[in-house]
């Protein structure tokens, strides 16, 4: 036959998913179970570093309720883990053994003797039972502090979620930015203005962190980028946005405003709340369609052809 008669029997074939099913199923995790786990754990160990500076340099009221908010806030990141686990004995049983190339499993270790050192460290401070042995607990959970507020964003980038597995590099300045914030957040609420200038200062660096990791996230990740700028995610987010930008501009006067120390607290702790919860929706939102899996596929594979 001649290459002119030759026509197509099949139409080309537009790849959309296996049988009308997702390639990948939605995350397992509960909401809000585990943005709240994200965001408490990080606000606490964000806490705990504050706080173990704050008794260094000799700033009693912000290494107070740094140790406070560590322990609460570890606590219920506890609680919120075991209730999305359903039982806690599935919690304890994550304890059994020590996997090093489990995040899971790591980040279990690092939150368990965190949150007891962080409970001793806080109950020491309030009853003035044990000085010695709080101090100690305090330093303990403040050096675990960094590990706490970045864990969970490796948790979720070894996970096959595309937006969450693509971002493995940005994810983790972004906790850690957010976290920050939300600990500033606390202490700016709840501290002295004469004591709260380290906390201003570190949350105007996280909060540049923090927007430009975010910035990253919604237009330097590709085709997966997408999920973090549409939908409740892109909402979600953009709020955290503004509200992190208003608790920068607002904690610049927290040295001389109650008023202003408290309203940029706020803002920073409801920044770090939309963060985590428009993170796990961009995450999940980028499971449904099949385009954010086959698409990058193919351009690596395109890359690594390309040589």
């Not at 608790?247 to 408290?262: C, D, E, P, T």
């Amino acid at each position: 036959m001649s290459p002119r008669r030759e026509r197509a029997m099949v139409e080309p074939v537009e790849f959309r998913s296996y049988y009308g099913r997702p390639i990948l199923k939605e995350p397992a995790w509960k909401q809000p179970d585990v943005p709240l786990y994200l965001f408490l754990g990080g606000a606490a160990g964000a806490s705990a570093s504050m706080a173990a500076l704050a008794d260094l340099t000799g700033r009693p009221a912000l290494a107070r309720v740094g140790r406070l908010v560590a322990s609460g806030g570890s606590l219920a990141s506890v609680a919120a883990l075991v209730h999305d686990l359903g039982k806690p004995t599935r919690f304890l049983n994550m304890l059994r053994v020590l996997k090093p190339t489990s995040p899971l499993s790591v980040g279990s270790w690092i939150l368990s003797p965190f949150s007891g050192l962080a409970a001793v460290a806080a109950f020491s401070g309030v009853t003035g039972i044990l000085p010695r042995v709080g101090r100690l607990a305090g330093a303990g959970a403040g050096v675990l502090g960094p590990a706490m507020c970045t864990y969970t964003a490796v948790l979720l980038a070894d996970t096959a979620t595309p937006s969450w597995h693509e971002a493995r590099g940005t994810l983790p300045i972004l906790f850690a930015g957010s976290a920050v914030t939300s600990g500033a957040g606390a202490a700016l609420i709840s501290v002295p203005p004469a004591e709260n200038g380290p906390v201003v200062r570190a949350g105007l660096a996280a909060a540049a962190a923090e927007l430009l990791a975010e910035h990253h996230l919604e237009t330097g990740l590709g085709l997966v980028s997408e999920p973090y700028r549409t939908g409740r995610a892109g909402k979600l987010l953009k709020a955290a946005k503004s509200l992190t930008a208003a608790g920068a501009v607002l904690s610049l006067a927290a040295r001389r405003s109650r008023v202003a120390g408290v309203a940029a607290g706020t803002a920073y702790l409801a920044s770090g709340l939309c963060t985590r919860f428009g993170v796990y929706a961009a995450g999940v939102e980028s499971t449904k369609d099949p385009k954010y899996v086959v698409v990058p596929q193919r351009e690596r594979l395109a890359r690594r052809a390309e040589g």
